[in-house]
């Protein structure tokens, strides 16, 4: 059934402050870069307050900024999937499995602890920042081949897709002709509209992907993360298999779409977008904006472990908590102005890459690609734009990761 963005804004329009709502979900017509209709209010209303989950359990929704970075850097919550109630229609019918072998985003201290220390030291600030300049390469060769195309492409096969691919293959040790292999896998596992068997399958097929090419590794460690992994920890084969899966995936969806959704919300701002070129120095500070101004990973879910009194509620033991990342990086509290997109807006304290035990884990490479790529493609196209309505780009509202499943742009030929 086709979502109607304005369902749950009315749903919850008459509830009272204190009644459960619903979670406002899909996007408002012509407002690709905000948040579902109706979060505003509620965050203005009560930043935490009790919501009815698809499966009748009632909880909790976090929408201010000070109350979701607070839960995220709190211990007291689970990220634990079989702990959780799924907040969106359609989900699984059941508790949820437990994360799969390797899968950190669904762990608590010690199990997370163990795996994060012993990658933190592969994806340190310095490290990142050594590689920018293969990613200058990178995003050259691209451009090149963009300019021999001539105008009239879709900018997420042809850039945003392949730079952040080609990083995360060269990083991990995986070959990158094998790309659409895996790369339909993240999709598929990533989809809100596959099927639970759809998602079995592409998850099972990663696996068995990357057992191969781990058994590959140990046999004859090469100069990358997996060849490190597998000759310098005590890591299993079937956790070297699971934290591989876990990294690739990761690293080819948010940083691509961060990169396509970038570039059209620079292109819906065209001031912006002419700051940028105009100065490049700004490219630091542009992506932190952007990051929150987008927010693509939208929504996060804990479950508390033990009873928890925040912002004058008490959270019980068991209830899940709906964290909207997205409307937290919108809230006025924090940022003046927060509905507009300002790239010399100190964006400090977002949570665009999570917070706590759990943020992103390659938010520096990430970081380094959108620094490099965006001011590269706007220099090298200085008259980019839409090659269709923004009403008409296809947005992502079916992917737990926000952004367009196209670009389509254009530009005059010199």
């Known amino acids: 059934m086709p979502y109607d963005p304005h369902t749950d804004a009315e749903t919850t329009a008459g509830a009272a402050p204190h009644d459960p709502v619903t979670l406002p979900t899909g996007r408002a017509p012509g407002c690709p870069f905000d948040p579902a209709p109706g979060l505003d209010r509620l965050r203005e209303e009560l930043p935490l307050r009790r919501m009815t989950f698809p499966d009748g359990h009632v909880g909790w929704l976090a929408t201010g900024h000070a109350e979701v970075r607070a839960i995220l850097a709190d211990p007291r919550f ?46 340190t600030v310095r490290r990142m920042r050594l590689l920018t300049e293969r990613v200058e390469q990178i995003a050259a060769e691209h451009l090149d081949a963009m300019e021999r195309q001539g105008p009239g492409v879709d900018l997420v096969p042809v850039f945003a897709q392949p730079i952040p691919a080609l990083m995360i293959c060269e990083l991990l040790g995986v070959p990158y002709a094998d790309r659409e292999t895996f790369h339909g896998y993240a999709v598929t596992i990533m989809s809100l509209d596959a099927t639970p068997e759809e998602r079995f399958a592409a998850m099972t ?189 296809p947005l992502r509202t079916d992917m737990n990761i926000y952004g367009v499943h196209s670009l389509p742009v254009t530009w005059d030929e010199v």
Request: proline share 6%.
């Open 78 to 123: 689970s990220s634990r999937y079989e702990l959780m109630h799924y907040p969106f229609p359609g989900g699984p019918e059941g508790p949820f499995p437990p994360a799969p072998v390797g899968d950190m985003t669904g762990m608590d201290a010690p199990e997370h602890t163990r795996f994060r220390r012993l990658l933190m030291g592969k994806f």
């Open 205 to 393: 097929g990663l696996e068995e992907y990357m057992r191969g090419l781990v058994v590959a590794k140990r046999a004859e460690p090469t100069d990358d993360l997996l060849g490190d992994l597998a000759r310098d920890t005590d890591l299993t084969d079937e956790e070297l298999t699971g934290v591989g899966g876990f990294l690739l995936a990761a690293g080819l969806d948010t940083t691509a779409n961060m990169l396509a959704h970038g570039t059209f919300a620079l292109l819906s701002n065209p001031a912006q977008a002419a700051a940028l070129r105009a100065e490049p120095e700004l490219a630091g500070q542009a992506v932190e904006e952007l990051m929150r101004y987008l927010t693509i990973a939208h929504t996060s879910v804990k479950s508390a472990l033990e009873d928890v009194e925040l912002a004058g509620q008490v959270i019980r033991a068991g209830e899940s908590v709906v964290l909207s990342l997205d409307a937290a990086n919108r809230d006025p509290r924090k940022f003046a102005d927060p509905d507009s997109l300002d790239l010399r807006r100190t964006a400090a304290g977002h949570l665009g890459f999570g917070h706590g035990i759990h943020q992103c884990l390659g938010q520096q490479l990430a970081r380094v690609e959108m620094t490099v790529a965006l001011p590269a493609l706007l220099t090298r196209f200085p008259t980019l734009r839409l090659a269709v309505d923004a009403k008409d780009v």
